[in-house]
């Protein structure tokens, strides 16, 4: 396991991204040397320019972008919830987090993917504190939660909820437990749970993985610097991150060996140094988006893994629910959906459709937006599969 090359951020400020990012800055210019070119903005204008004055690049196989206002009960807006998604019963739980006044939460809820209806789970059994940051994965239909922050203490205990019952249960660990965190990396894969990073006000950079057979932590100190509240994925018996990064690059935890490499990427990337951002895996690809940045929207991003490298999956507005007023357009004529961050977000592989909720901006009616991404993944195919016959020898 390999040192990284670069000093922790700072997540109380938002960095600049580096030079390789494609955004245009709200109210300035921009000069990047290497590409001998200036994006000029005028500092004294609140967006761009009308999105009326500028020729808006469509590419042929987009990403359709619509909202849905669900018609009966929602939770209350938060940031700092878990999810986790029940693939079998077609369910997404989300819980805990805390509001926009402060107010710690304790709860339990479940978005109907095929309704998109919230549905509130009622929990008995043990009590425990109101958290944010506590992380979450489904087992046999249990969700193990792990950690999180009270408010005044950082947490390392582990519950478990029948999905079922709704019943709380405390779980009994053998063995030494990790330090309270808040916002690890947390995933399952072959029945152990791995967590690494998170923030117990300072950046913790153990990787702990949890056997579900004996209960039982297993604590490794690494040399690859912590990292908190950053989306991750299971890719075969690998994690995949990205975020909380000046040193870019896609982090990978080998679950097979327990090594964990930074892996540099090609193409145009999103900010390393983002948080709060979503990512979901489709087929060999990772889509991102979102998170913290100083502009006023954000580029999807697609990855592919097998070519380890970035490209602009590009968005298009249902024209009914939403509109390019809603979000913003580059000079460069790019899309860029408003700006989300700590949200929650998963794939619905039998809608071929990205499902994001939660998360800020609050707002006390929140809405679902949903990515249908069927023609433009398809499309992304075609082009690897067309790629691959010319490369053969």
């Known amino acids: 396991m390999g040192a990284e090359e670069s000093s922790q951020i700072d997540t109380t400020t938002c960095i600049r991204p580096y030079s ?56 209350q807006s938060r940031t700092g919830h878990f999810s986790a998604i029940d693939e079998d019963s077609r369910y997404v739980y989300i819980g805990n987090g805390i509001t926009e006044n402060n107010e710690m939460l304790f709860d339990l809820w479940r978005l109907n993917l095929d309704s ?31 950690g999180g ?10 519950y478990y909820v029948n999905l079922s019952t709704g019943e709380v249960k405390l779980a009994q660990i053998n063995g030494p437990l990790p330090t309270g965190r808040s916002s690890p990396i947390f995933n399952l894969v072959n029945g152990k749970v791995y967590s690494f990073g998170g923030f117990d006000g300072k950046w913790v950079n153990e990787l702990c993985i949890f056997d579900l057979n004996t209960t039982q932590w297993t604590i490794i100190p690494t040399e690859i610097q912590g990292r908190t509240n950053v989306p991750s994925v299971v890719y075969g018996n690998q994690i995949y991150s990205y975020g909380c990064s000046k040193a870019g690059g896609i982090l990978v935890i080998d679950t097979a060996t327990n090594d964990i490499k930074i892996v540099q990427t090609n193409g145009p990337s999103p900010p390393s140094t983002s948080l709060g951002s979503g990512m979901v895996l489709v087929g060999d690809h990772l889509i991102y988006f979102g998170g913290t940045s ?56 039998y809608k071929r459709r990205i499902v994001s909720f939660l998360g800020q901006p609050y707002n006390n009616y929140h809405s679902i937006q949903r990515f249908d ?15 691959s016959v010319l490369n053969c020898p």
């Open 149 to 158: 922050y009270s408010g005044t203490e950082y947490l390392n205990d582990m």
């Open 373 to 387: 991404i069927h023609d433009a993944i398809a499309h992304q195919n075609l082009q690897n599969d067309m790629v």
């Open 116 to 146: 998109l209806e919230w549905e509130n789970v009622i929990l008995s059994g043990d009590q425990l504190q109101p958290r944010s940051g506590s992380k979450a994965v489904i087992f046999r239909h249990i969700l193990i939660v792990f």
């Open 294 to 349: 100083e502009f006023s929207g954000s580029l999807m991003y697609l990855f592919n893994i097998p070519a380890k490298k970035w490209s602009i999956l590009h968005v298009c507005p249902d024209g009914d629910t939403t509109s390019y007023d809603d979000g913003v357009i580059t000079t460069q004529g790019l899309f860029m959906i408003p700006k989300f961050q700590s949200f929650g977000t998963v794939y619905d592989p």
């Open 20 to 75: 390789k990012d494609i955004y245009n800055p709200i109210g300035g210019g921009r000069f990047i040397p290497e590409r001998g070119f200036d994006y000029e903005i005028d500092a004294d204008s609140n967006k761009l320019q009308s999105n009326f004055s500028l020729n808006v690049y469509k590419a042929p196989y987009p990403c359709i972008w619509s909202t849905y206002f669900p018609k009966k009960i929602t939770p």
